[in-house]
Every structure is written in structure tokens, then in C-alpha cells.
């Protein structure tokens, strides 16, 4: 599949990062945190920013398989894998999917995708007179995610995930809140809970310092 990928080359370590329902710009961040001792993969999922979408690909597992082919061709092991918001569920998709171990860790920042009870997602709507998501972006997302904008089987699929997960959140997450990510991070056989204060749905914009904190000691 063709797609628009951002491939800082070099590094010691790869890291694959995906981008949730705002766009690459939503990662920027991540990108520029690994990029200086790194080799950063970071696509851009097709139906976002003006890139077209195969008509054949209308689930997350189409991007996670996608994805899984480009760690297969490029021959990257120990992967890196982080992902926020909507990308946080293809990131899950592609470790459930991992058959050829090509992940070593698993990064979910405030990560939409499986169906919990008593918390259903609440797309954030912006402040009056302020500019609204992109509607080709939020096409795409919606074709993607289904209506309902989660996968019911995800969450007992997490079992099969067999690498270590960092799952972080903002505190003062209105679209998944944090007792969702807890849920999440509770249905990994190995995964750890981190709270981000001062941080709502995007913690690598909202407060970096300790976002990057976290991630760092978690993968040294």
C-alpha cells in the first residue's frame, strides 16, 4: 500500500509512531523526542491530510497489518511502537497481530479502541468560534472506527500482546477518561498505568516534559 511516511533514517532503535484523529501534526512532538538517537517511522494513515484512502481499507486491522508489512520490509526488530488517541488503537491492533515479533514495546497515549463499559468516547468539540477537525479527517477516522467508534473483541484480544506496555493519560481526559485507560491497561499481561497531570487528550502537547519523562524511563 502506498502512503505518505515520515523516515528520519538512522538511530540505534526503531520507533514507529502513529498519529490519532487530528493528524501527523498530533505527533510532532514524539517524532522530534527520538528523532536525534532514533530511526522514526511515522506514516501517515491514508484519508488523513489530503492523502487518499484504498477503498479496501476500511478497519483499523487494514493499518495494522499495513504497518506490520512495513516493519516486515524494512526488517526492524525490538520496534518501538507508540501511538495516541486513535493511533493508540492501531498500535494495540498491530501487537495483538505481531506474529513475527517484530515489537519490543508498546507506548498508548490516551488511546481510544476497545468497548468499556460506562465509558463511551466523547469526541471533543471545540471551543465556540474556534475551528473545528478537519471533515475529510474525521471521514476517515469514522470509516475506520465503525459508528461506534470502539471494537467490542478488542479488549480480551490484549491478552495475546506478549511486550511491555506503557499506557499513558491525562488527567483531565474528557474524551476517554482516565478510568478508561485503567480498564485498558488492566487487560495487558503486562502493562503500567501512568497518569499525566496538567494534561488532557494529548499529553505530548499538553505537558511534554513529563510525558517524555515517563516514556524515557520506561525504555531505558
Partial sequence: MDYDLLDTGGGDRAVLVLHGGSGPRSVTSIVEHFAPRARVLAPTH???SGTPRPDVFTGVDDLALAYLDLLDDEDLADVVVVGSSFGGWVAAELAVR????RVGRLVLLDAIG???AGHPLRLP???PGAPGPDPADLAALRT???PGLADPKLLRRLARVRVPALLLWGEDDVVVPPAFGKAYAAAFPDARFEPVAGAGHLPA???PERTFDLIDEFLA
Avoid: K, S, V
Avoid at 505481531?98 to 515479533?101: E, K, S, T, Y
Fill in 46 to 48: 491514508p484519508g488523513w
Fill in 98 to 101: 505481531d506474529r513475527g515479533r
Fill in 114 to 116: 476497545p468497548e468499556i
Fill in 125 to 127: 468539540q471545540p471551543p
Fill in 144 to 146: 475506520y472506527a465503525g
Fill in 205 to 207: 502537547l499538553q505537558a
